[in-house]
Nanobody
Framework: QVQLVESGGGLVQPGGSLRLSCAAS????????MGWYRQAPGKQREFVAT???????NYADSVKGRFTISRDNAKNMVYLQMNSLKPEDTAVYFC?????WGQGTQVTVSS
């Protein structure tokens, strides 16, 4: 049974940082790309970042230079380090594997 469990969300002030984590299980994690998407209130889900099994990364223009996706294949974990957060980064963040999605973790950027 595939499971993707996100954690690390919360409330942070503009300019602050958060690190999201995703624990994956139920598939051979090390051979697949993983991704992060987000959904803001009243908006469609949007791409944030992906990382291949070998560590190549791709980012949405809106987060490039501020967010960093990484993975630990030994622990079946994928991370999203978010720096210089802005109010427009407020959203539920989802870990993804192919068509599978986790339950999401809420990130709120507000003073």
């Amino acid at each position: 049974q595939v499971q993707l469990v996100e954690s690390g969300g919360g409330l942070v002030q503009p300019g602050g940082s958060l690190r999201l984590s995703c624990a994956a299980s139920g598939f051979i994690f090390s051979i697949y790309a993983m991704g992060w998407y987000r959904q803001a209130p009243g908006k469609q889900r949007e791409f944030v970042a992906t990382i291949t099994n070998r560590g190549s990364t791709n980012y949405a223009d809106s987060v490039k230079g501020r967010f960093t996706i990484s993975r630990d294949n030994a622990k079946n974990m994928v991370y999203l380090q978010m720096n210089s957060l802005k109010p427009e980064d407020t959203a539920v963040y989802f870990c993804t594997w192919g068509s599978m999605w986790g339950q999401g973790t809420q990130v709120t950027v507000s003073s």
